[in-house]
Nanobody, 118 residues
Framework: QVQLEESGGGLVHPGGSLKLSCVTS????????MAWYRQAPGKERELVAT???????NYADSVKGRFTISRLIPRNTVYLQMNSLKPEDTGVYYC????????????WGRGTQVTVSS
């Protein structure tokens, strides 16, 4: 059974930094795409950043220039370095892995809370 586990969330002041990590277990293949999503209170979950197996990255406009996604492919580990954090970055951050291996797959972690507040 594939499991994703996020860590690294917490409380930070505006302008501060955090680095989120997502480690996986139960998989014997490299995921096509890994991603970070977030959900703010009262809002829908939104895509923050993605990275595929070739290292190609995409970011939401709201985080470009401030967040960096990276991954260790053999271990299906993904990171999100978040700099210049703003109060609007507050939310639960979820790790996702998706792709196709025979059938489509789509795995989620349980999330880690990030709070940006003075």
């Amino acid at each position: 059974q594939v499991q994703l586990e996020e860590s690294g969330g917490g409380l930070v002041h505006p302008g501060g930094s955090l680095k989120l990590s997502c480690v996986t277990s139960g998989s014997n293949f490299s995921f096509n795409t890994m991603a970070w999503y977030r959900q703010a209170p009262g809002k829908e979950r939104e895509l923050v950043a993605t990275i595929n197996s070739r290292g190609a990255r995409n970011y939401a406009d709201s985080v470009k220039g401030r967040f960096t996604i990276s991954r260790l492919i053999p271990r299906n580990t993904v990171y999100l370095q978040m700099n210049s954090l703003k109060p609007e970055d507050t939310g639960v951050y979820y790790c996702n892995a998706n792709g196709k291996r025979g059938n489509d797959y789509d795995y989620w972690g349980r999330g880690t809370q990030v709070t940006v507040s003075s």
